[in-house]
T-cell receptor
């Protein structure tokens, strides 16, 4: 079973639309960490945000916001007023204990295409 | 800091040849990860090191794959002999601690023909 499910394989929007990328995770750990990364066409993975399992406060950073809900095991990512430069593949990751350390497992990613 | 540095950026090799991928982690980071990215399987963790010691190599696909970390500033991933199905982008990443964000290198795109 997948630990991290990103059900949306590809999303296509027009510039200035809001878009939400879904992430559902599965773990038996009570302490764990969640991450979002962005992979632009150039290929490198860029860290966006980290949350621990005890902090359910939503976070906003500019046009980006994240909604963490333990009750539904979800950590969704919203981009407000999307821009062409937001076009990328976005990965959600879960760090749970593995070999004694917290090690990230990645979802399959959601490809976001923002059209001008 | 220059970030995680991987070399080469691109590698094309013939089936049966040995391939060595290299990684320099961010100075001071205690954890180093090797991931492989393919369309079929996404991002898979191959192995990780803590303080230069391999901790979990359960993701290494076969005995043809091996990884070393002789010191805190250098790691290698070797494939011998290489096969076409090994074609993928291989990422190295490092992190300060085991629950902090990992910083990724730019990846090595390996093509085995």
């Amino acid at each position: 079973a997948q630990k991290v499910t990103q059900a949306q394989t590809e999303i296509s929007v027009v510039e200035k639309e809001d878009v939400t990328l879904d992430c559902v995770y599965e773990t038996r750990d009570t302490t764990y960490y969640l991450f979002w990364y962005k992979q632009p066409p150039s290929g490198e993975l860029v860290f966006l945000i980290r949350r621990n399992s005890f902090d359910e406060q939503n976070e906003i950073s500019g046009r980006y916001s994240w909604n963490f809900q333990k009750s539904t095991s979800s950590f969704n990512f919203t981009i407000t007023a999307s821009q062409v430069v937001d076009s990328a593949v976005y990965f959600c990751a879960l760090s749970e204990t593995r070999g004694g350390s917290y090690i990230p497992t990645f979802g399959r990613g959601t490809s976001l295409i923002v059209h001008p | 800091d220059a970030g995680v540095i991987q070399s080469p950026r691109h590698e094309v090799t013939e089936m049966g040849q040995e391939v060595t991928l290299r990684c320099k982690p961010i100075s001071g980071h205690d954890y180093l990860f090797w991931y492989r990215q393919t369309m079929m399987r996404g991002l898979e963790l191959l192995i990780y090191f803590n303080n230069n010691v391999p901790i979990d190599d359960s993701g290494m696909p076969e005995d043809r794959f091996s990884a070393k970390m002789p010191n805190a500033s250098f790691s290698t991933l070797k494939i011998q002999p290489s096969e076409p199905r090994d074609s993928a982008v291989y990422f190295c990443a490092s992190s300060l601690g085991d629950n902090t964000e990992a910083f990724f290198g730019q990846g090595t795109r390996l093509t085995v023909v």
